[in-house]
C-alpha cells in the first residue's frame, strides 16, 4: 500500500484581487503576491516565490491558455452571430412568402 499526503488549497479571488510581481536581482527568483478581503472582513494574503526559469515556464502556459480561451471565446461568439442571422433570414423569408400570398 502506497500512502500519498495531499495538500489542497482552492481560493477563488473576486474582482477587487490585489496583485503584486517582485523580482529578486539578489535571490534571483520572482515573488508573487495576490491579497483580497471577504465581505466578513476576513483578509486571504498568498505569497509566492519561484524561481525565475519556474515563473517564465508558469508565464508561457498562462499566456497559451488565456490566447487559447480568448479564441474559443471568439468561436462561439461568431458562431451565436452565424445562427442569429440565419434565423432572422429564415424570419425574413417567412414574412415576404406572407407578403406574396
Known sequence: MEI???????VQFGADMYSNVYISHWGRHLEI???DN???????????????????????EMAEDIANFDKEQEA???????EAQEAAEAENSKEEEVAHE
Do not use: C, H, W, Y
Request: hydrophobic share 30%; aromatic share 2%; charged share 40%.
Open 4 to 10: 500519498k499526503k495531499k495538500n489542497i488549497m482552492q
Open 33 to 35: 503576491t495576490l491579497q
Open 38 to 60: 471577504e465581505p466578513d472582513g476576513t483578509e486571504a494574503k498568498f505569497e509566492l516565490q519561484m524561481s525565475i526559469d519556474n515563473a517564465r515556464s508558469l508565464v508561457k
Open 76 to 82: 462561439k461568439r461568431l458562431e451565436q452571430e452565424r
